[in-house]
Nanobody, 126 residues
Framework: QVQLVESGGGLVQAGGSLRLSCAAS????????MGWFRQAPGKERQFVAAISRSGGITNYADSVKGRFTISRDNAKNTAFLQINSLKPEDTAVYYC???????????????????WGQGTQVTVSS
C-alpha cells in the first residue's frame, strides 16, 4: 500500500513557475513508476509526465515538453514536477500516481497506475 500526497500548487501568473511535490509513504518507493496527470474543469484527466523507477527514463506529453521536468528522489520517497513558463491552459488539478508493474512504455495510460494522490490545484492567471 502506498499513500501519495501532493503539494506545491497555487495561483501564479502566466510565465511563472511552480514545483510540485509528491510525497509517498512506505519503504518501496523506488519500486514504483511515478506519473503526473492533470484534470481541468470539464475535461478528462490528461497524462503529463512519468519517470522510471531509477529516474533514468522520462516521458512527457507533447504539450509540456520543454517546460515541465519530472524528477524523483528515492531516498526521500518523493517525486517532483517542475513547471516553468506556465500558461493559462495549464490550469488544472495535478495528480501524482504510482504504478507497481507498468513500464515507461505504458506510462501515459492512467489505468496502469495503482495509487493516486488527492491532487493539488494549479491556477495560472493571464
Amino acid at each position: 500500500q502506498v499513500q501519495l500526497v501532493e503539494s506545491g500548487g497555487g495561483l501564479v501568473q502566466a510565465g511563472g513557475s511552480l514545483r510540485l511535490s509528491c510525497a509517498a509513504s512506505g519503504r518501496t518507493f523506488g519500486s514504483y513508476l511515478m506519473g503526473w496527470f492533470r484534470q481541468a474543469p470539464g475535461k478528462e484527466r490528461q497524462f503529463v509526465a512519468a519517470i522510471s523507477r531509477s529516474g533514468g527514463i522520462t516521458n512527457y506529453a507533447d504539450s509540456v515538453k520543454g517546460r515541465f521536468t519530472i524528477s524523483r528522489d528515492n531516498a526521500k520517497n518523493t517525486a517532483f514536477l517542475q513547471i516553468n513558463s506556465l500558461k493559462p491552459e495549464d490550469t488544472a488539478v495535478y495528480y501524482c500516481a504510482a504504478s507497481g508493474y507498468s513500464g515507461i512504455d505504458s506510462s501515459i495510460r492512467d489505468t496502469v497506475y495503482d495509487y493516486w494522490g488527492q491532487g493539488t490545484q494549479v491556477t495560472v492567471s493571464s
